[in-house]
């Protein structure tokens, strides 16, 4: 019930409009701390909601895959500069994104992540590898602004960003396959 209530509360603070002005105003905090907020408090409301329809699914998300295909398709939508100016130009984007995040990503991540087997768990982590990877690269290296509300060092910013997550998500492979995990296959 406390995770629950914890994520009201962040989509509720989140909703606020001098945060969520700011968290907007700039383009890193608007994609790497808005975006995964908003789907953090979907995954911490998420607990209520899937008990509640727990058969709904059971039924329609049996062992993860089509909850988690959904997590892709949204995440990667928001992935697009296209995407970032349209919710700050168009409402009905903006009202997508505080809606579709929390209840399109994160609910069915929290019920589709501990149904996926190891190797499904791998290929999400390897598909999410090079599309940081990707867009990385196409903040950083475009010469152009490729989005209309933010300026172009701005995306390089957000380019760095994703540069630096796309290499702590390489850390943790190089380090996953270094270490013992014979406990837990036990």
Not at 120 to 139: I, R, T
Not at 151 to 166: A, D, H, M, N, R
């Amino acid at each position: 019930m406390k995770q629950t209530i914890s994520g009201v509360v962040l989509f509720c603070i989140l909703l606020i409009p001098p945060v969520r002005t700011y968290m907007e105003s700039i383009m890193i905090l608007h994609m790497l701390v808005q975006l995964p907020l908003l789907i953090l408090a979907g995954w911490l409301a998420g607990k209520v909601v899937i008990q509640k329809f727990s058969r709904f699914f059971a039924k329609y998300n049996e062992n993860g895959v089509p909850g988690i295909t959904l997590v892709i398709i949204i995440t990667m939508y928001w992935m697009l500069p296209r995407a970032m100016d349209e919710a700050l130009t168009f409402y009905h984007v903006e009202l997508f994104k505080f809606l579709g995040l929390p209840f399109l990503v994160g609910i069915p991540l929290r019920d589709s992540w501990h149904k996926l087997k190891a190797v499904g768990k791998s290929f999400v982590y390897l598909n999410y590898l090079p599309m940081f990877g990707l867009m990385a690269w196409l903040y950083i290296d475009t010469p152009i602004q490729i989005c209309n509300n933010y300026l172009e060092v701005q995306q390089k910013v957000l380019g760095w960003g994703f540069l630096i997550i796309t290499a702590f998500m390489v850390l943790y492979i190089i380090q996953f396959v270094f270490t013992d995990h014979s406990e837990q296959e036990s």
